[in-house]
DNA sequence: CCACTTCATATAACGTCGCTATAGCTGTTA
DNA sequence: TAACAGCTATAGCGACGTTATATGAAGTGG
């Protein structure tokens, strides 16, 4: 690729973009900023990145996939629920070392980019969350359940990065955080063959039987009769009435 | 103050930023197209608003006041907990109803203005919790439960704004709002569910989920769509397919 | 009725922004 | 060498936020 010598202009832009844009608290960085930090004139940006925003995105993809790494190195331990909390965790700890860029991801005013970072995150996290549903640990979809983790998630971690860092309380965090988790999934370890409290074990137990079945599909049902089969299973797990 | 004829060149900027800044979907909105549609020249926007961030200032806080005041006429109905739903679904309703505003509110990048709105919105929900408290229905104060719930609905309103409208589902609003709520106040309604140590087996997961609706028959299937279900059920129980 | 002050609006322009038409430089290939 | 492709630089355009200056309107004292 390059010698060390010297970033080439494409990669220096990205640093001088990302440099910028984390000192200038939230303030706009102009494009000559960047370009004369990155000492290189106007066009080499356009010709690189096309755009203003398109260099932007960059900054904030490079982010992201850092963001994704992150998520990614955190190990299977074996406990889904405590995976939820190392997850939860892992969110809010990215977006207070970089509060700049979680802002463009997640806080952004733009309906457009926001929702493809939101559907990476919370793709994410349902499969953290489909492997606590295998385990028939959810009371609702892994779906719903990574959808509404996320958004308090979101919400908390906007909160946190709002207030001034010595004022931070993460004890918020842990609060809000097992709140949604004891409202998502159960937290005990017994069997739901034996529990009879009523309809909420219907729910888990179609809700771990759901995820069993994406691993694995029986033999016993024809495919039609599978894919009826799943779609009521779908409607049982679904909570409508409490 | 004035007459009914024609609104002073001031009220005229303000309704045309509000309504320019509603249409144009977060794209950044001129101060050209603004004295334009006011009929007015770029002098007049300056000497009343001093900055087109002025301007804007203006524009928020009307948004805002509307927004307490909406929260104000919500009736104290004498069960706090209800009152918080209220409160909640309220919060929720505004984002929905004025996302732009909104965005700008509570999800906006600058550390300087969005702490004084949160601010507002977390005193008036602690007073709504202090109710609550004195009634003796909360495990926290109300100063961490407000601030819990607040981070929580907030970020449930954005992701529910960020989505296209017509694949809405408020159910995520009402599953968070239980969750926080049931996380900071004593309603009972917490049903802690006991369920397994997992074994992600599909089998297992089958004759659990046919023991639970031994127990109780779910709403969501007919009697004939259950009778085929259980059949299907007990064909997978029987021998595993892997 | 006329200066005189005061507030509100308009004319015209400045500096900076994002962006680009065009041309020049560099290295590779033939 | 010649031809070509990929980057980079020169110079400038139109649009933006903003303002120095001037003009109009409305009240007040003589």
Redesign the interface.
């Known amino acids: 690729m390059k010698k060390g010598g010297e970033p080439a202009p494409k990669i220096r832009l990205l640093r001088a973009a990302a440099a910028l844009l984390a000192e200038s608290?939230?303030e706009p960085v102009s494009t000559r900023q960047i370009t004369e930090a990155a000492r290189v004139t106007a066009p080499t940006l356009y010709h690189h990145f096309g755009d203003k925003e398109g260099l932007f995105d960059a900054v904030v993809a490079e982010g992201f996939s850092e963001y994704l790494e992150a998520e990614r190195s955190i190990p299977t331990s074996g406990q889904?629920i405590e995976d939820l909390r190392m997850h939860w965790d892992n969110h809010v700890r990215f977006g207070l070392d970089h509060p700049h860029l979680y802002?463009?991801m997640f806080?952004?005013?733009?309906?457009e980019r926001?929702?493809t970072m939101?559907a990476s995150a919370e793709a994410f996290l349902e499969e953290v969350l489909a492997r606590a549903a295998?385990?028939?640990?959810l009371?609702?979809t892994p779906h719903?359940a990574a959808?509404?983790m996320?958004?308090?998630?979101?919400?908390?971690t906007?909160?946190l990065?709002?207030?001034p860092a010595a004022k931070r309380?993460l004890?918020?965090s842990a609060?809000?955080r097992?709140?949604?988790i004891?409202?998502?999934a159960?937290?005990?370890?017994?069997?739901?063959?034996t529990?009879?409290?009523?309809?909420?074990?219907?729910v888990?137990?179609?809700i771990?039987?759901n995820?069993?079945?994406q691993?694995?599909?029986?033999?016993?049902?024809s495919s039609s009769?599978l894919k009826l089969?799943l779609e009521?299973l779908q409607?049982?797990s679904?909570r409508?009435?409490s």
């Open positions: 608290n939230g889904p802002l463009v806080g952004n005013i733009r309906p926001r929702p939101v295998a385990a028939a640990r009371v609702v719903e959808r509404s996320l958004a308090a998630n979101i919400g908390v906007l909160m990065i709002a207030e309380n004890e918020l609060m809000t097992e709140a949604v004891s409202a998502v159960t937290d005990s370890e017994s069997d739901p063959v529990d009879t409290e009523g309809t909420p074990s219907v888990v137990a179609a771990a039987l995820a069993a079945l691993v694995s599909h029986p033999d016993q049902l009769e089969f009521w409607r049982i679904s409508s009435g």
